[in-house]
């Protein structure tokens, strides 16, 4: 499975982006998906993460409530809606399918998009 992230930028506090993973393979719709992400300097870390039928989601709590993860099978597109961004939200996001639910660590899942990078600055 090929995995395509993309949606980041440049964004002011407060304000919000819509990050997409799109895959290659029909089967990702098997798959849990997660989003992570990495700033400068320290280490990659769990974001939000959905089943494969999308009906159950699981999200830090650093970003609880600001973030929604959401998936259209048909498009084999995951999303993750990111509102009221803060400067600490700046990083390189990546998505990722694994094959075990729920699953937060980045050893338990399988494949990778190439990142795409949010910067939160006035």
């Known amino acids: 499975v090929q995995l395509q992230a993309c949606g980041g930028g440049l964004v002011q506090p407060g304000g919000s982006l819509r990050l997409s993973c799109a895959a290659s393979?029909?089967?990702?719709?098997?798959?849990?998906v997660g989003w992570f992400r990495q700033a400068p300097g320290k280490e990659r870390d769990f974001v939000a993460a959905i089943t494969w039928s999308g009906d159950d989601a699981y999200y830090a709590d650093s970003v609880k409530g600001r973030f929604t993860i959401f998936r259209d099978n048909a498009k084999n597109t995951v999303y993750l809606q990111m509102n009221s961004l803060k400067p600490e939200d700046t990083a390189v996001y990546y998505c990722?399918?694994?094959?075990?639910?729920?699953?937060?660590?980045?050893?338990?899942?399988?494949?990778w998009g190439q990142g795409t990078q949010v910067t939160v600055s006035s």
């Open positions: 990722a399918a694994g094959s075990s639910w729920p699953s937060v660590g980045i050893h338990e899942y399988d494949y």
């Open positions: 393979a029909r089967t990702f719709s098997r798959y849990p």
